[in-house]
């Protein structure tokens, strides 16, 4: 009985390692000036709508930091606020 119940928290231990949310570092963001539309379209609030209009700004002002990303319309201070940490611009 007690080594049934072992294997079952060792189990439920590596399961749980397992499936535990991975935090974000810079390698996993996404660069503005770079990215698809399907790229663009992971970050949260952000769809193809919002991804093409990114990529037509960046096309005549390309992003010099990540806070430029709420001169595109549709993208305001709120939007940035969520993908802050998600976007680069390197």
């Known amino acids: 009985m007690i080594r049934l119940y072992s294997s079952v928290v060792v189990l439920v231990m590596m399961l749980v390692l397992f499936l535990a949310p991975v935090s974000v570092s810079a390698q996993d963001t996404v660069n503005i000036n770079t990215a698809s539309v399907e790229e663009l379209s992971t970050l949260q609030g952000i ?4 991804a093409e209009r990114i990529i037509e700004h960046r096309e005549r002002f390309p992003f010099e930091t990540p806070e ?17 940490d998600s976007i680069s611009v390197e």
């Open 47 to 50: 769809g193809p709508s919002l």
């Open 68 to 84: 430029d990303i709420i001169q595109v319309r549709g993208i305001g201070q709120a939007t940035f606020d969520n993908i802050r």
